[in-house]
């Protein structure tokens, strides 16, 4: 079956070029993750949906940053004006059910989004 | 495709021999605690997970002890063979339950 795919794999950009980034979750998950990771860290909690609600949006570094989920599936990852600190992994994770820390709801990634900003 | 994790920790192993990862976490309300493995060019991976009211789990050749007193999580990977190759994350979510919070990660590096 397939998993989260993301698209485009790899992005560069000019300095003050806007950028959307595309995930499309497993097939029926009800939430849906954003994530940043820079070169050699962990990946960062950016935003979190579940359905077409946001409900989490505090780890948006700017509101150059953007995000959506407008029908519950596919969402979008819209950067504005972009910097050369922008430049990192965008990855995007979705859970089957609603986030509940519990056994079994994991989260599974895409292959993530590599934006470099010149 | 890119690298993961260039000036992480390192740990290397023979193939066949145990391997384990340590992870101190800084949440003393996290209730939930993941470990994720990444390869370059992927996503983390799911391997295990435990909830604080656990000390121990165990899957295929992965177990998972918990320290709360420490706040202190590891990783322990039997017959550690070349594909565990990757880097390793501990991960913790608080009782709200879904903004998960990544540590530094640690880079597997098995010998063959």
């Known amino acids: 079956g397939a998993g989260v795919s993301q698209s485009p794999r790899y992005k560069v950009a000019k300095r003050g070029q806007d950028v959307a980034l595309r995930c499309d979750p497993i097939?029926?998950?009800?939430?849906l993750f954003w994530y940043q990771q820079a070169l050699g860290q962990g990946p960062e909690f950016l935003t979190y949906?579940?359905?077409?609600?946001?409900?989490?949006k505090s780890g948006l570094p700017s509101d150059r940053f953007f995000a959506e989920r407008p029908e519950g599936s596919v969402s979008t990852l819209k950067i504005q004006r972009t910097q050369q600190e922008d430049s990192a992994v965008y990855l995007c994770?979705?859970?089957?059910?609603?986030?509940?820390?519990?056994?079994?709801?994991?989260?599974?990634f895409g292959p993530g989004t590599r934006l470099t900003v010149l | 495709g890119e690298s993961v994790g260039l000036h992480l920790p390192t740990l290397s192993v023979q193939e066949g021999d145990n391997s384990i990862i340590n992870c101190a976490y800084s949440?003393?309300?996290?209730?939930?605690f993941i470990w994720y493995k990444q390869e370059s060019g992927k996503g983390p991976q799911f391997i295990i997970d435990?909830?604080?009211?656990?000390d121990k789990r165990q899957g295929q050749r992965v177990t998972v002890l918990l320290n709360k007193t420490v706040k202190h999580l590891s990783l322990q990977i039997a017959a550690t063979q070349p594909g565990d190759s990757a880097v390793y994350f501990c991960?913790?979510?608080?009782?709200?339950?879904?903004?998960?919070?990544f540590g530094a990660g640690t880079r597997l590096f098995v010998k063959a």
């Open positions: 994770a979705s859970s089957l059910v609603g986030a509940v820390a519990g056994i079994g709801n994991e989260q599974f």
């Open positions: 097939s029926g998950h009800v939430s």
């Open positions: 949906f579940q359905n077409e609600a946001q409900l989490d």
């Open positions: 949440n003393s309300a996290s209730d939930y």
């Open positions: 435990i909830r604080s009211n656990m």
């Open positions: 991960a913790e979510r608080d009782t709200g339950g879904f903004k998960t919070i």
